[in-house]
């Protein structure tokens, strides 16, 4: 099959060269087409060289510059965003571990407070039944009266007041005991009265009136 059409082109090939070598004007023409076409790529060429191809090239040139930008750009803000990143992460951690102590500090200072506020351990420094009191002072004491507590922001107060009478020592000893218990945040409106001509004021009689005051945290009782 494709025998018969290479054939067939050959013999179209000679009768087109027959018709060309004994018709002038048919090779006249046959010229001018081929001339034509020869123009035609020379001017394609030409054009292609001096416009077409020089334009190429500098699109080509700035596509492969952008890329190249690109990429620097995309490297440098790879580079530049590692560190951040990473101390964004250590400032975090940082930040958790404070929390995280913050939290731990709030909850000893509530325990505390809750401890120190306590009623029980309150009423058994007033009345002398701590290890470390001084004396009793349960002889001396006349009347415990429980005031009304009061709101202080984020804390609430529970205020007793104490009177009694008892040689000037034991007085003198007593406040100084209850002012450095901590269990005991504030002393108001002391009040002393001497109630005996003693001249000796180791010995003469004083007659106390004071509040005591503990402090408790609103969430912890």
Not at 75 to 95: A, C, F, G, H, Y
Request: proline share 3%.
């Amino acid at each position: 099959m494709k025998k018969l059409q290479l054939n067939e082109i050959t013999r179209h090939l000679r009768q087109f060269q027959f018709i060309l070598r004994n018709d002038r004007e048919a090779m006249n023409q046959f010229r001018i087409i081929v001339l034509g076409l020869l123009t035609c790529f020379a001017v394609y060429y030409a054009a292609n060289a001096v416009l077409i191809a020089p334009k190429a090239k500098k699109l080509a040139d700035k596509i492969a510059q952008k890329e190249e930008v690109s990429a620097t750009k995309t490297e440098d803000s790879t580079k530049n965003i590692v560190p951040l990143i990473t101390q964004m992460q250590t400032r975090k951690k940082m930040l958790q571990e404070e929390i995280s102590i913050l939290k731990l500090r709030e909850k000893l200072q509530r325990e505390q407070w809750g401890s120190i506020g306590d009623a029980g351990r309150f009423n058994k420094v007033l009345f002398t039944m701590t290890p470390y009191a001084p004396f009793s002072i349960e002889k001396s004491l006349t009347q415990m009266i429980q005031g009304e507590k009061r709101s202080l922001e984020m804390f609430e107060e529970h205020p007793t007041r104490l009177t009694g009478s008892g040689s000037y020592h034991d007085v003198v000893t007593y406040l100084q005991y209850i002012e450095n218990s901590p269990e005991i945040a504030k002393i108001d409106n002391l009040e002393l009265t001497t109630v005996s001509d003693e001249k000796d004021a180791v010995d003469e009689t004083l007659h106390f009136s004071l509040m005591v005051s503990r402090i408790l945290l609103k969430d912890s009782q």
